[in-house]
C-alpha cells in the first residue's frame, strides 16, 4: 500500500480541496455521490459471488475489457486529431494508466487463450455501451474528460479494495500441477497493477493535470455536459454489471428447461411403468384373494 501524500505535496501537486466544486472533478464526484454508493454497493455484492465462480469473474473481467477499449480507442482516436480537446487530453492522459492490455492478459489466462470468447461484446448492454462510448466522443469530444475522471480515478480506490479480495481467492486460482500460486497470481491480475514505483503520485499528478485543463477553459455549458455524461458512465456500469447475473440466471433457467425436456420421456415412461407395476400388483393380489 503506498503511503498517502501529505497535506504539503497535495499543495505541491495543486489538488483542489474536497470542498471547491469550482474544480470539474470534485463537482462530478458530488453530483454522482449516490450513484458511487449505489454502485460501490452492487459491485460489492456480485464480486463477492464471483470470487467463488471463475466463469463469473471472467465474465465480469470481460464487461470492463469493452468499457475500457472502447473508452481507450476514442481517446486515442481524438488525440490523433488537431483539435483543442486533443490537446486537453493529451495534457491530461497517462498511457499507464490504460487498462485494455492488462485486461487483455488477464482475460488471455482465464480463457485459457481463447481470444473468440471476450474480444467483442455479446450481450446487448455491452455491445449498446460501446457503441455509445464511440459515436458519443466523436460528435462531443469533450464527453471523453468524463470517462477520463470516472473511469480512472476508481482505479486507485475501489479497484485497489477489489485487488486485495481477488489476491486472496483461492477458487479464482486453484492450484495446477507445475505452476505456482504466484505465476498464477502474476498472469490473471494484470488489471489491478499500475506500472509505477508510486500510484500515489501518478493519482497525484492525473488530478493536477485534470484540474488544470478542466478549470478555466471549459464554458459552464459543456461542464454540466461532462457531469451528465459521468452520471451515465456509472449508471450504465451498473446495469452492465447486473445484465452478467440476468444472461447467468436466464442460461440456467434455459439448462433447466433443456434437461427436462430432453429427460421428459425417462420421466413418463417411469412413472407409466411404475403405475403397470402398481395395477398388476393389485390384479395379483385381488386374484390370490378371491
Ligand atoms: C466495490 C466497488 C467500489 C468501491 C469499494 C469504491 C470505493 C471508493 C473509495 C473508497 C473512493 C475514495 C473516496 C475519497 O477519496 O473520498 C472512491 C472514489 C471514486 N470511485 Fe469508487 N469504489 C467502487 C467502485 C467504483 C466504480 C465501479 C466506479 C466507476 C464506475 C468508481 C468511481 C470512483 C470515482 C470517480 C472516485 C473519485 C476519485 C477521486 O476523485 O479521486 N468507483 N471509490
Do not use: W
Not at 481507450?72 to 493529451?90: F, G, H, N, V
Not at 455479446?122 to 471523453?144: G, R, V, W
Not at 480515478?153 to 486485495?164: D, H, Y
Not at 500441477?177 to 488489471?191: C, E, I, M, P, V
Amino acid at each position: 500500500m503506498q503511503p498517502k501524500l501529505s497535506p504539503a505535496q497535495k499543495l505541491e501537486f495543486n489538488i483542489p480541496a474536497k470542498d471547491d466544486v469550482g474544480a470539474l472533478g470534485n463537482r462530478i464526484n458530488a453530483e454522482t455521490k449516490a450513484l458511487h454508493d449505489q454502485i460501490n454497493a452492487v459491485v460489492t455484492m456480485k464480486f463477492a459471488l464471483a470470487l467463488r465462480n471463475q466463469k463469473v469473474y471472467r465474465q465480469g473481467l470481460q464487461a470492463f475489457y469493452h468499457i475500457y477499449r472502447h473508452i481507450e480507442i476514442a481517446l486515442e482516436r481524438e488525440m490523433e486529431r488537431d483539435t483543442e480537446y486533443a490537446q486537453m487530453i493529451k495534457n491530461i492522459y497517462q498511457p499507464v494508466l490504460c487498462r485494455t492490455e492488462p485486461l487483455r492478459k488477464d482475460l488471455f489466462y482465464f480463457y485459457e487463450g481463447h481470444s473468440e470468447k471476450y474480444e467483442n461484446p455479446i450481450l446487448p448492454l455491452q455491445i449498446e455501451y460501446a457503441q455509445h462510448i464511440l459515436e458519443s466522443t466523436k460528435e462531443k469530444p469533450y464527453l471523453l474528460l468524463a470517462y477520463m475522471h470516472v473511469m480512472y480515478l476508481a482505479l486507485f480506490a475501489g479497484v485497489k479494495l477489489l485487488n486485495s479480495q481477488v489476491m486472496k481467492s483461492l477458487k479464482l486460482f486453484p492450484k495446477i500441477k507445475g505452476q505456482s500460486r504466484d505465476d498464477a497470481l502474476r498472469q490473471g491480475t494484470n488489471f489491478f497493477k499500475l506500472d509505477v514505483p508510486d500510484t500515489e503520485e501518478l493519482r497525484a499528478v492525473y488530478k493536477r493535470d485534470y484540474e488544470l485543463q478542466t478549470r478555466n477553459d471549459l464554458p459552464e455549458n459543456i461542464k454540466q455536459e461532462i457531469v451528465e455524461e459521468s452520471k451515465f458512465v456509472f449508471i450504465m456500469t451498473g446495469k452492465i454489471v447486473k445484465e452478467i447475473e440476468s444472461h447467468n440466471i436466464a442460461k440456467l433457467q434455459s439448462n433447466f428447461n433443456y434437461q427436462l425436456k430432453t429427460n421428459l420421456h425417462y420421466v413418463i415412461t417411469a412413472v407409466l411403468m411404475i403405475s403397470v407395476c402398481y395395477f398388476a400388483r393389485n390384479m395379483v393380489s385381488h386374484i390370490l384373494l378371491k
